[in-house]
């Protein structure tokens, strides 16, 4: 089955920038989304088709995606931004939606 | 404004089922597939299985296959996810998400519910 592996936290200082990969094979012919959740809450989607952005998300959060790699970027990170985030694909090849195990963002 | 709206916290004792609601709003129920979602506490995400709300086709999860079972009723606009044979491992969060397509092809997901609390315990 079709692996997402991402690392597991990630710290970044306000105003600075969170870069979370998202590490798959060949995940760059996929189409990749990510998903942000806060603690006790149902996740948000952020970016979805690797780089475009859900109305009302921040121009802060962007995407890239290529060869077995893709990144979720947040620039000007705020301490709202903490959270864990989640990388996701539709994997044709066994008909299934795989998640990334998520990373948790901390703002220091 | 589009939601999804799922029914309360459900307490199970093992082997018994389970059957959730995901009551859809603010758009047409069966334009967009319907997903289930879980998450065992301090866990991540995982995928149960999808339908369509307008043919009443199903793809489940190879893990959840024989066990999960998510049907429709159109008229209400509410899709249903029940899980048979409960084990303690299945206490999490149930969430139902809606879906949406790239492309022609099975995409993300983009309206979740609130999440329903399933608790599995003799």
């Known amino acids: 089955s079709y692996v997402l592996t991402q690392p597991p936290s990630v710290s970044v200082a306000p105003g600075q920038t969170a870069r979370i990969t998202c590490g798959g094979n060949?995940?760059?012919?996929?189409?990749v989304h990510w998903y942000q959740q806060k603690p006790g809450q149902a996740p948000v989607l952020v970016v979805y088709?690797?780089?475009d952005r859900p109305s009302g998300i921040p121009e802060r959060f962007s995407g890239s995606n290529s060869g077995n790699t893709a990144t979720l970027t947040i620039s000007r990170v705020e301490a709202g931004d903490e959270a864990d985030y989640y990388c996701?694909?539709?994997?044709?090849?066994?008909?299934?939606?795989?998640f990334g195990t998520g990373t948790k963002v901390t703002v220091l | 404004q589009v939601q999804l709206v799922q029914s309360g916290a459900e307490v199970k004792k093992p082997g018994a089922s389970v059957k959730v609601s995901c009551k859809a709003s603010?758009?047409?129920?069966?334009?967009?597939?319907i997903n289930w979602v879980r998450q065992a506490t301090g866990q991540g995400l995982e995928w149960m299985g999808w339908?369509?709300?307008?043919?009443?086709?199903?793809g489940y999860a190879q893990k959840f296959q024989g066990r999960v079972t998510m049907t429709r009723n159109t008229s209400i606009s509410t899709a249903y996810m029940e899980l048979s044979s409960l084990r303690s491992e299945d206490t999490a969060v149930y969430y139902c998400?809606?879906?949406?397509?790239?492309?022609?092809?099975?995409?993300?997901?983009?309206?979740w519910g609130q999440g329903t609390t399933v608790t599995v315990s003799s």
């Open positions: 998400a809606r879906g949406f397509m790239v492309r022609g092809v099975l995409g993300g997901m983009d309206v």
């Open positions: 339908m369509n709300p307008n043919s009443g086709n199903t």
């Open positions: 088709d690797d780089s």
């Open positions: 603010g758009y047409t129920f069966t334009s967009y597939d």
């Open positions: 996701q694909v539709w994997d044709s090849s066994s008909d299934h939606h795989v």
């Open positions: 060949n995940i760059g012919s996929k189409s």
